[in-house]
């Protein structure tokens, strides 16, 4: 079973991540990570801003989840242009090191295997982070999208584009196409830890965490997975049908117990 760990706000939830992001750093300099985009990270990368003051972070490594098909690279809603704005540059990584699938057209034909191949040849992801989409993505696996999926081209629902058009002029202005990574390459990760928050995710986490396996809700392949956090506020929690257990293994959690 994933830890259901339920927090007051999204800025415990960022710190509470940030901690371990930055104990694995301490631990391993090279730690790759695998990040997510979107507005739910954030907490976690504003949180680790002030926390890796004095931590060698020149050798992090990371994987981003997904891109648009067809965009700029240096279009300013790109995950790549995300990726460099929300986390590299202000944690000051090194951005050799940093990876987004690439959604170049001429290349995209072969682009989900060289990502493949990049996260195999890093050795595998350490910590995932991960939202999840009211559609129950994630990444952008859409639903429907098999377990053994790898990273391909996806197109993306319409309720994914409505959601994301608020970082865009118009709804119409959100590509149609993404490539990301499959479900069966984030179950390779070592640690999936699955944040979300507000009312509008209620559901989708129900039913990721406490939900039938079934690709028709992609995040309840999390239950697939031997070692996985998932990081709620209250809202978020609201669909949960066992939450005052998860309240009462918080309480009662070993203090030997990481995340
Ligand atoms: P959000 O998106 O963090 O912007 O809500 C989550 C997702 O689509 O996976």
Redesign the pocket.
Known sequence: MAEIVIVPSPADAGALVADEIVRLIAERPDTVLGL?T????LPVYEALRSRVEGLDVSRVRGFALDEYVGIDPNHPESYRSVITREVVEPLGLNPDLIHTPNGALETISHAGEDYERAIAEAGGIDLQI????TSG???FNEPGSSFASRTRVKTLIEQ?RK??ARFFDRVEDVPMHCITQGLGTILGAKHLVLLAFGEG?AAAVAGAVEGPVTSSLPGSAIQLHPHVTVVVDEAAASQLAHADYYRYVAANKPAWQGL
């Open positions: 997510a979107g507005s739910t990270p991960l939202g999840i989409g993505h994630i990444g994914t959601d994301n995710k």
